[in-house]
């Protein structure tokens, strides 16, 4: 069995070990539709873990897509915590509002703001998030980095989705922008005094990193 054949038998068995419910399934036919990136029901339970482990009152999400991902960390979060997802397609929102009422997700446990994250973050609340999901055009990856810092409560997570590029990041020869920006977010978090990361094999790839305590 080659490595390819051992890597696809793995993640048959994870993604197959999680079930989702009928609002999910529905949320990926309808991102199929749409042409939205979601997370693999794997990479989906590793944000329920993320929010769980972190006991998480606030999550910030950007790229709200159709709202698999949304559905997942809320369902890790404290029984009164608040998502707040950013995307600047209304359409993907729609969307996202039909799969949380769909998954039994209260309305005041959603916050969804329509807008372009540059412009939406800076104006959220300092060291006010326990968790920030991006997932979306990395080629923006490192501006979103750039709020983290001051987002995030000290313990708190960044995790980038996609982070493995379709494979092109561990590709020299791969060159375009979308490969050149993951790798420059991956030097920066590596690199970084703030953070402590780690990529995860999951999905598509997951990069994640923790708010590092004041020294």
Same mark, same amino acid.
């Given at each position: 069995m080659t490595v390819s054949d051992v890597e696809a038998t793995r993640s048959a068995f994870t993604d197959g070990f999680i079930v989702e419910d009928d609002s999910l399934r529905t949320a990926r036919v309808r991102a199929a539709e749409l042409g939205v990136s979601v997370p693999t029901p794997t990479a989906g339970a590793t944000l329920r873990f993320l929010a769980a482990v972190l006991d998480a009152?606030?999550? &910030?999400e950007v790229g709200t897509g159709t709202g698999v991902s949304g559905v997942w960390m809320v369902r890790g979060m404290r @029984?009164?915590? &608040?998502?707040?997802?950013?995307d600047a397609e209304p359409e993907h929102q729609r969307a996202a509002r039909e799969t949380f009422r769909a998954a039994g997700i209260a309305q005041n446990r959603t916050r969804l703001i329509a807008g372009h994250p540059g412009e939406v973050l800076p104006r959220l609340t300092d060291s006010g998030y326990d968790l920030m999901w991006v997932c979306g055009d990395p080629t923006y990856y490192s501006e979103?980095?750039?709020e983290a810092p001051r987002l995030l409560r000290a313990g708190g997570i960044v995790a980038f989705g996609d982070a493995f590029g379709g494979g092109a990041i561990a590709d020299p020869a791969a060159r375009d922008p979308r490969t050149l920006a993951?790798?420059?977010? %991956? %030097? *920066?978090?590596?690199?970084?005094?703030?953070? @402590? *990361?780690?990529?995860l094999p999951i999905g598509s790839g997951i990069? %994640? @990193?923790?708010?590092r305590a004041p020294r």
């Amino acid at each position: 069995m080659t490595v390819s054949d051992v890597e696809a038998t793995r993640s048959a068995f994870t993604d197959g070990f999680i079930v989702e419910d009928d609002s999910l399934r529905t949320a990926r036919v309808r991102a199929a539709e749409l042409g939205v990136s979601v997370p693999t029901p794997t990479a989906g339970a590793t944000l329920r873990f993320l929010a769980a482990v972190l006991d998480a009152h606030s999550v &910030v999400e950007v790229g709200t897509g159709t709202g698999v991902s949304g559905v997942w960390m809320v369902r890790g979060m404290r @029984a009164d915590g &608040v998502l707040t997802t950013v995307d600047a397609e209304p359409e993907h929102q729609r969307a996202a509002r039909e799969t949380f009422r769909a998954a039994g997700i209260a309305q005041n446990r959603t916050r969804l703001i329509a807008g372009h994250p540059g412009e939406v973050l800076p104006r959220l609340t300092d060291s006010g998030y326990d968790l920030m999901w991006v997932c979306g055009d990395p080629t923006y990856y490192s501006e979103h980095l750039r709020e983290a810092p001051r987002l995030l409560r000290a313990g708190g997570i960044v995790a980038f989705g996609d982070a493995f590029g379709g494979g092109a990041i561990a590709d020299p020869a791969a060159r375009d922008p979308r490969t050149l920006a993951l790798r420059d977010l %991956a %030097a *920066a978090l590596v690199e970084s005094e703030q953070f @402590a *990361a780690v990529f995860l094999p999951i999905g598509s790839g997951i990069l %994640a @990193a923790t708010k590092r305590a004041p020294r």
